[in-house]
């Protein structure tokens, strides 16, 4: 570390471009403040899936890092971008930077902080809500909040994918609560409700760890792994100590094998009476591992069915050949006894085509080897099993 008083400084021409992000910082909207700094710590590395090589410094290592350096020419008549970099690290709270950086700040001889620091970091939760399509396929928890000063409260939600396992897979940012919120709720299909704050902190949590337990097998959007900072300082404002969002109680075997026996004795399924068992082991795969209800065959479930049970089963030819023809009548039947009539009818027949027709030959992303996983019964929880996996899955 260099004295306070030092006049051999180390230099800010390496900085000074690094933080190009924060030079028309005072002319944001507080949450677009905010955002900017949340993707300038994931360029760091903060909230990356990714693994850290055992000699690669961590986020909070490389921001100490330049917190310091620009302390240091902090009496010096630094560039204003050095000095908005420091008032927003400040505003913004991260709980990381070792320095006493806000007392720093009020010695030293530059101007009392700018005016547009006051609001940012200081966003007050106001309601905190669950938004979730009726296929049940994942969910958003949403978080409603406002600035001081500001006119509309904004939103930030997290959404949570149930069919692999509650993960956190993407990140919404919307500048107007009440637009988000109608939309929504006027949505076909969608429901919005009240849910507890501390319900809502913790099923974020939860989410959260689950991709940070993955590491780099974690299929998040690119945007939503560049603001785990964010996603961090608000749920960091919510009360602790919840329980977070229960998943649903699974179907019992006697339950799945009175859906199969239902199906069959139907006019569209009659013709695979001798399919019983096939269609049984099918059942329980989708209460097993993709959310516990039997009729809930959405094109996500079917997909990951069809691609990714199917081929891992062990089946015969034959029978793996006469599959996609078994889904096509069981699908729609299920969707209609769930009560959703053929409203996703098309979209999930024309899953069972694609998949069937074996279209394209590029690998399967993050998400359909995340789903192999799963169809395989690799405990996503288990970063031992998982890596086992992916490393024969690449093998192979």
Known sequence: MW????????PLDGIIPALESFEQIGDSAPLDVEITVSRFLGMLGAGSPEPLEDDEPDHEELINGLVEVCLHHLDRDPPRVVIDFLWVLDAFDLGAVQWPLHDRLEASKMPSAPAWAWAVGSAEIQSTHLVEHETGDGYDVVLVARHPGAEADHVVAVYVDRTLGGLARDLLVHADAADFLQRSADEPGMTLRDVDPATAAATIDEAVDAVYELGGAAPVAAEF??????????VAKMPPGGAPLPTPAPATPAEQIDVVERFVASPEGAAFADDRELLIAAVEFVVDELGGDPLRWTAVVTQIVLSGWVPLAGFDVATVARFPDLLRAFVPWAQREHGWEDRYATETLAVIDAVEADLGDAGPGQVE?????????????????LDAFLDSYLDD
């Open 225 to 234: 792994a560049a603001l785990f900072s964010l996603v961090e300082h608000y």
């Open 369 to 385: 080897i995340l789903e192999q996983a799963v169809a395989a019964g690799v405990d996503l929880d288990d970063p031992e099993a």
């Open 3 to 10: 004295p306070a008083d030092s006049t051999d400084l180390p």
